[in-house]
């Protein structure tokens, strides 16, 4: 077999733990140099390969590739941006394939979501057609853990073990003020069309009815009323009231929130998140001291919580991936398929990609109580294990340590720049 | 010397480590069963010495006593409650001094800020002079770090480690995410007043000029026009770029910019929350996609990243105060005083508690450079021991364990309960 050389590369939303998989593709492509040359990375994403602005892992030493377990964010860029479909997208295959020809591209590795998982099957089906045999594979990652056929998304257990704490935490604060101060406290998570980060902030509370934590995701529509009456209830049982909140949360009409406003304050709708929405809705009817939180971004790079479960499943899809690869498999991702809950155990198996792409993965109703306010048990055996260890990162003068990559570019090849239209 | 009681209890908002403090006091005092009988805890800070409402600490074991030292929020519960002060408060002093008597408490401690050191401090002057002598100590914490006299607050080195990890995460978040998609971030913390936990954040980049973090504080006026300035040079320079911004930022004419609303459009105000309003300015005047996060509560109760100095911080000044009772002295704060930055030495004093209470200490304007943006090094001496090491709590299940307290009460003893005019 000709010695071909690795492109592996980073898309949509980052995580606490894509560059464990990047980890996981370096470090194996190197344990295999009988069949891989170097490994590069697009930088940006399918974008750096569309403009030949390569970056060259070579020149990372095993230590910082390894620095990698521990760093959040995507170490190599990430973009937002699709592939045309044919026939209008033929001239970003036909330059896709002059930089994986100029590059020797053998393996393509795309470490993202459902729409990436589409990326990586256009690679793998279209560029053999116009001339040049590639393997390509989807890595998943998605703090959002809509990924269909894996059980769990990689990504989404730290984000999941983060929230969760930050709930039980928060909730310790709320105890201590509500006697005489603050009564409820609303904590916007992401998650616009499904609830699963939502719901693992069910983990923060013991199972038991009515208790003083609600989840409010988008698979169930808000109901004002409904809502009103069980957070006053929650006040006069317990003295105070949690909410975890999922920003894509709806009303029955199908508007979120955010688009409608809670209050009918126009303007609102324009400043996104839906917990000051809620907070504001709460003390006008209620008339208590609200406090609330939006997450945003410090929700899916807080590595310094990450579950080691997540970390070592975020590994494993990026060893697979190039394993996979070398055994000649292609337009596959592997996926997590989970075979016991307590003992947790699972393993890697690839999927085809036209089963996964550009289609989601929603919470199901069964993880929810009745009144939809609640996990049920089913759901905490789902969720327990992929938030359970943790996995530490370095610290030095407080903070914890990233690996600090050198990204060297790949001299680039071809002759022209890459125009495109869109 | 007679055996007497100890009450102890907490006010104010609370912190990540308020119970390390509780931890000290409550060990301490029963290191010296010659001079201590049992440790009180008032339920809800102030409010339950008035209410008779008192828990018997004795009921719990050593073991969980320790856990205090991992458990964030309020264990005994909070209030927020100034005392009414003389002539009006008689009342409630001479229903404090029935209480003290009845339940025979000889010492005092308070476990707040500078609100709370003139509640510890009308205790220690005024109750004997209503005939029931007793050892009055504040304990310092606050996560704004602004009490007086005291070189930081217990609580603040907690948060400051919190939202600097944050903020050095999020920002691989955005770097990796800024090509194609969002190219600034706002963080909000807390700092309704002072700006102490924004600049704490300063610390996630290391120093250097035109850096692509920006700190706001209330300290300094936001000047709209200055500031969209910088953020589009930062754009331009790093392709990012991030904020973190206090709660309180003001306008030169002194109003909030969450009273005054930043781009004018009436009702933002009574949502709170000042990230949204900078995040919808960038839009709108720079046309850029932001992302934007409100901490609140989380930032306060994040045991889980608490800071190793801070801890032992809050256990000592807890601990000194029980001390400083038993040599007899009241009507004091045992403080921090730094005596070296590097390597970090400190001590405990005593303070006296009119010099502190009901003032707050600034963030020195030696501490940003003179364009207002970043940390000055002199700032980043001071702060780096501050949130230095780590003091991981135990996990089980993949989320923080908690010390679970029986809170048993204590019989009541006087016949009447309190009612008081406010």
Redesign the interface.
């Given at each position: 077999m000709p010695v071909q050389n690795v492109l592996y590369a980073?898309s949509g939303?980052?995580t606490?733990t894509i560059n464990a998989s990047a980890c996981g593709v370096i470090e194996t492509a190197r344990r295999n140099r009988e069949r891989i040359g170097r490994v590069y990375a697009a930088?940006?994403?399918i974008?750096g390969a569309l403009h030949e602005d390569l970056i060259d892992t070579s020149a990372e030493t095993a230590n910082t590739i390894r620095a990698l377990l521990h760093?959040?964010?995507?170490?190599?860029?990430?973009?937002?941006?699709d592939l045309p479909a044919l026939p209008q997208g033929r001239a970003h295959f036909e330059r896709l394939t002059a930089v994986f020809r100029a590059h020797n591209i053998g393996y393509f590795f795309y470490n993202g979501g459902n729409g990436s998982a589409e990326t990586a099957h256009q690679v793998a089906t279209i560029l053999p057609r116009l001339g040049w045999p590639v393997k390509s594979i989807a890595v998943p990652k998605t703090i959002d853990n809509d990924i269909l056929r894996s059980d769990s998304s990689p990504g989404f257990g730290s984000a999941a073990?983060y929230v969760?704490?930050?709930m039980?935490?928060?909730?310790?604060?709320?105890?201590?003020?509500a006697?005489?101060?603050t009564k409820v406290?609303v904590?916007e998570v992401m998650g616009r069309y499904t609830g699963w980060i939502a719901a693992a902030c069910g983990?923060?509370r013991p199972a038991g009815k009515d208790g003083p934590l609600l989840l409010l995701v988008p698979e169930i529509h808000f109901d004002r009323k409904r809502f009103l009456a069980a957070v006053k209830y929650r006040i006069e049982r317990h003295g105070w009231c949690a909410i975890a909140v999922a920003e894509g949360v709806k009303l029955r009409d199908g508007r979120r929130l955010t688009q409608a406003g809670g209050d009918g304050?126009?303007?609102?709708e324009?400043?996104?998140?839906v917990?000051?929405?809620i907070?504001?809705m709460l003390r006008s009817a209620l008339n208590v001291k609200v406090?609330?939180?939006?997450?945003?971004?410090?929700q899916?790079?807080?590595?310094?919580?990450a579950?080691a479960t997540d970390v070592e499943q975020a590994y494993a899809v990026g060893k697979a991936a190039v394993e996979y690869a070398l055994a000649g498999r292609s337009n596959v991702m592997p996926v997590i398929r989970r075979r016991s809950d307590k003992p947790y155990r699972w393993h890697i198996e690839p999927a085809s990609l036209a089963a996964i792409m550009n289609r989601e993965k929603r919470l199901p109703r069964s993880f929810l109580s009745a009144d939809g306010w609640r996990l049920t048990a089913r759901a905490r055996s789902y969720f327990?294990p992929?938030?359970?260890?943790?996995a530490?990162p370095p610290?030095a003068?407080?903070?914890?340590v990233?690996a600090q990559l050198k990204l060297q570019s790949v001299p680039r090849k071809l002759k022209s720049a890459f125009r495109s239209a869109d």
């Open positions: 980073q939303g980052v606490a930088r940006n994403g974008l760093t959040p964010g995507g170490a190599f860029g990430s973009c937002r941006y073990k969760a704490t930050s039980h935490e928060a909730m310790t604060d709320l105890a201590s003020m006697n005489s101060s406290f904590m983990l923060a304050i126009p303007g609102h324009q400043l996104g998140g917990a000051p929405i907070a504001a406090h609330w939180s939006v997450l945003d971004y410090v899916r790079s807080a590595r310094h919580l579950s327990g992929l938030i359970d260890g943790e530490w610290f003068g407080g903070l914890p990233h």
